[in-house]
């Protein structure tokens, strides 16, 4: 990261290369210089949300815009600049990809003020492309190139979802050892990201109806394809959670049959035992007058006969197809 919260700017030579700044020359120019400025700020820091809101040019409305908490995917003309929030996968090391992250971007001619707080991977691509030569070339080719770019990465994560259902489905359907966890899991995932693709999607509609005249056709082509790959992944997102939710009733009703099974099989031994049980408490009451008590072979006779009362209440309960 840069000086002042900045955590890159950079100069479009209009050919697909550009310019790296540091935080002095970058904080130092001004709209009317040639070529596009790209500022993207870190907007937790205190530097950055001075800047943007003393020293940037922009009017409180545009400036508490790049530096609001809470964003939902939007699109919107603010005066003669473009405002966007935007969401991506995250797929920082050890973080989940449907912990979205928000990118907020104020979209002018010559100069393109973005901010967020952690890393996206379709930035650092896109400024790599530019640092190579072969990057874009206006502010409209960054918005519809980051939007691009955005809903691959997000097609990337919803195909690792599929698979990941696929692979529950066919242990639930093939009876293998499957946790509860891990289908909730799976439609909690899909929850999140089907909260944020909607809106996405809606603001990508915008995009190609905004009238400034940033975006050209060509980028109003790229971002209508964007928005036609996310209407489909929505489309995915709400098949997957279809299947989601058959393949947890088939969790639920394995584990009923699991269970049922075994109070089948405790009320099998309890009508075998209960009979018996009742005998040996009945005969071991201390007692005078029980029947054999002065009989040395009356265990023995006893033990036999509920032995015979075992095997007795065994058969007729198969006879009765209990066993099976």
């Known amino acids: 990261m840069l000086a002042n919260g900045l955590v890159h700017a950079v100069v479009l030579d209009g050919n697909g290369g550009g310019t790296f700044l540091n935080a002095q020359e970058a904080l130092a120019r001004t709209p009317d210089q040639p070529g596009v400025l790209w500022l993207h700020f870190d907007y937790t820091d205190p530097s950055a949300q001075k800047w943007i809101s003393e020293q940037s040019g922009l009017d409180t409305v545009a400036s508490d815009a790049l530096l609001t908490l809470d964003t939902r995917p939007r699109a919107s ?6 405002l966007i929030y935007l969401r991506g996968v995250n797929l920082n090391p050890g973080a989940a990809p449907e912990d979205m992250i928000a990118i907020r971007l104020l979209v002018q001619p010559n100069r393109i003020i973005s901010t967020q707080k952690r890393s996206l991977a379709s930035v650092r691509e896109l400024l790599a ?3 190579q030569g072969d990057g874009v070339k206006t502010s409209g080719e960054i918005v519809a190139d980051l939007v691009d770019r955005l809903t691959w990465y997000m097609d990337e994560v919803i195909a690792k979802i599929e698979d990941n259902l696929s692979s529950l489905e066919e242990k639930t359907s093939g009876r293998l050892p499957v946790k509860r966890n891990q289908i909730t899991d ?10 944020y693709l909607a809106p996405q999607r809606e603001a990508l509609a915008r995009l190609q109806m905004e009238s400034l005249g940033l975006l050209s056709d060509a980028d109003k082509l790229l971002v209508q394809e964007a928005a036609d790959r996310l209407l489909r992944l929505m489309e995915d ?7 989601a939710s058959l393949a947890q009733e088939e969790l639920q009703s394995q584990l009923s049959d699991q269970l049922n ?13 209960l009979p018996l049980g009742f005998l040996t408490g009945l005969f071991g009451i201390n007692l005078g007058g029980m029947p054999g008590a002065a009989n040395d072979s009356a ?9 015979g009362m ?7 309960l198969y006879w009765r197809n209990w066993f099976k």
């Open 77 to 82: 003309n603010i005066k003669n600049s473009l």
């Open 299 to 307: 265990f023995y006779v006893f033990v036999a006969s509920l032995s």
């Open 129 to 131: 492309a530019v640092e």
């Open 237 to 243: 997102l709400d098949m997957f959670r279809d299947h």
């Open 310 to 316: 075992l095997l007795i209440g065994g058969g007729y």
């Open 261 to 273: 099974q075994r109070m089948y099989v405790l009320a099998v031994l309890s009508g075998l035992f």
């Open 186 to 195: 799976s439609r909690r995932r899909i929850v999140v990201l089907r909260r």
